[in-house]
């Protein structure tokens, strides 16, 4: 159920249409990475799942051994997946250089029809001005642009688009790397009763082998 939940959240955020257009026109295609990885997590714990059911109704050492390893690998996807999309979607992370970077070009080119597009589309929707406020319009030389302002008072934004739009990823993101930490402890719950089961059919069959001798 919670590997569904992650791989069925994953999904979302990878195709919802107006982070991809974000995404997309602000080259943050390293967001996707860790959505890939979990993707591939969510997955492992759904095959993990129906490896357990059969090793448990088998009672074999062999497939018992093949779910502990599965387990293990689960693990290791859920806190690299986890690490990498934290990596680019919180902040002080890799992402606010990119971000900070892409606002800047398109300060830059904004007297290009499709640049200021996409920065009214981020600075009106995100409530935002420049990369880091408005003094980045005034440091490179450009107007400061109406959908920098707020439209009941009319002063700009006081947060730049770098804050604003990590915030935006973080509180996207937090439900899912949440989930995804709950899946690597069942990882290692799951190993560990692995792992007894095994001491204990090895106990069982030892015994067994005394009894006929």
Same mark, same amino acid.
């Given at each position: 159920?919670?590997?569904?939940?992650?791989?069925?959240?994953?999904?979302?955020?990878? !195709?919802?249409?107006?982070?991809?257009?974000?995404?997309?026109?602000?080259?943050?295609?390293?967001?996707?990475?860790?959505?890939?990885?979990?993707?591939?997590?969510?997955?492992?714990?759904?095959?993990?799942?129906?490896?357990?059911?059969?090793?448990?109704?088998?009672?074999?050492?062999?497939?018992?051994?093949?779910?502990?390893?599965?387990?293990?690998?689960?693990?290791?996807? /859920?806190?690299?997946?986890?690490?990498?999309?934290?990596?680019? %979607?919180?902040?002080?992370?890799a992402m606010q250089p990119l971000i900070?970077? %892409?606002?800047?070009?398109?300060?830059?080119?904004?007297?290009?029809?499709?640049?200021?597009?996409?920065?009214?589309?981020?600075?009106?929707?995100?409530?935002?001005?420049?990369?880091?406020?408005?003094?980045?319009?005034?440091?490179l030389q450009h107007p400061l642009p109406?959908?920098?302002?707020?439209?009941?008072?009319?002063?700009?934004?006081?947060?730049?688009?770098?804050?604003?739009?990590?915030? !935006? !990823?973080?509180?996207?993101?937090?439900?899912?790397?949440?989930?995804?930490?709950?899946? /690597?402890?069942?990882?290692?719950?799951?190993?560990?009763?692995?792992?007894?089961?095994?001491?204990?059919?090895?106990?069982?069959?030892?015994?067994?082998?005394?009894?006929?001798?």
């Amino acid at each position: 159920m919670i590997g569904a939940s992650i791989f069925a959240l994953c999904c979302w955020l990878r !195709f919802e249409p107006g982070i991809g257009e974000w995404v997309t026109e602000l080259d943050l295609q390293v967001f996707y990475i860790g959505l890939y990885i979990l993707i591939l997590g969510a997955i492992i714990m759904m095959v993990v799942a129906f490896i357990g059911c059969l090793s448990a109704l088998q009672e074999n050492s062999l497939t018992l051994f093949v779910y502990i390893v599965t387990q293990a690998l689960g693990f290791v996807v /859920a806190i690299v997946g986890s690490a990498v999309l934290l990596e680019y %979607s919180t902040r002080n992370s890799a992402m606010q250089p990119l971000i900070r970077e %892409s606002m800047r070009r398109l300060i830059i080119n904004s007297h290009y029809d499709k640049a200021q597009y996409t920065l009214a589309m981020i600075q009106e929707n995100v409530g935002c001005c420049g990369a880091d406020g408005p003094h980045d319009y005034i440091s490179l030389q450009h107007p400061l642009p109406t959908t920098c302002r707020d439209t009941v008072t009319g002063n700009p934004f006081f947060h730049g688009c770098v804050d604003e739009l990590t915030w !935006f !990823f973080e509180e996207k993101t937090a439900w899912v790397t949440g989930l995804a930490m709950i899946v /690597a402890l069942i990882h290692v719950i799951n190993a560990v009763l692995g792992l007894v089961l095994i001491q204990a059919l090895k106990k069982e069959e030892d015994e067994a082998e005394a009894y006929r001798r």
